[in-house]
């Protein structure tokens, strides 16, 4: 999951609907979900492997470039071809958000055999899913 923020000032409303015209002066994107997750645990010291999967997508490019420029380990993370990587992305206007604009799609996501890990080696696991779909019974 890859969270986007577009920041912008407005000084009218649009025609259309009641809502401002935004601006863009300022766009930047960051890790979240379980990349926020993983990225704090980065910074506070941590050697970090991220499991899981994203789309074959420019954002699913974006995420693990974020990632792997922190120094976090994405071997492990999946792409699914055909598959949007889940993007939040947030419209702020004069310090307030507007809008904010979902793209997902949730998916009964199974790791390859080849994914396995010896969980052993980890001091620590975390699991996030935000009932996505990448938590499920096999």
Do not use: F
């Not at 407005?10 to 809502?19: G, K």
Request: net charge negative; aromatic share 6%; hydrophobic share 35%.
């Amino acid at each position: 999951m890859i969270d986007h923020y577009i920041i912008g000032t407005s000084n009218r409303m649009s025609p259309e609907a009641p809502v401002p015209v935004v601006i863009p002066e300022q766009e930047y994107s960051i890790p979240g979900g379980a990349g926020n997750v993983a990225m704090n645990l980065s910074l506070m010291g941590a050697n970090v492997t991220c499991v899981g999967c994203i789309g074959d997508d420019n954002w699913g490019k974006k995420l693990i470039s974020i990632l792997k420029n922190e120094g976090i380990n994405i071997e492990a993370i999946n792409i699914i071809n055909n598959h949007p990587t889940t993007l939040k992305q947030r419209i702020y206007s004069d310090g307030k958000q507007v809008a904010r604009l979902d793209t997902e799609k949730i998916i009964n996501w199974q790791p390859d055999s080849e994914m396995k890990h010896d969980y052993n080696d980890y001091d620590i696991i975390i699991l996030s899913d935000y009932n996505k779909g990448v938590l499920n019974e096999p």
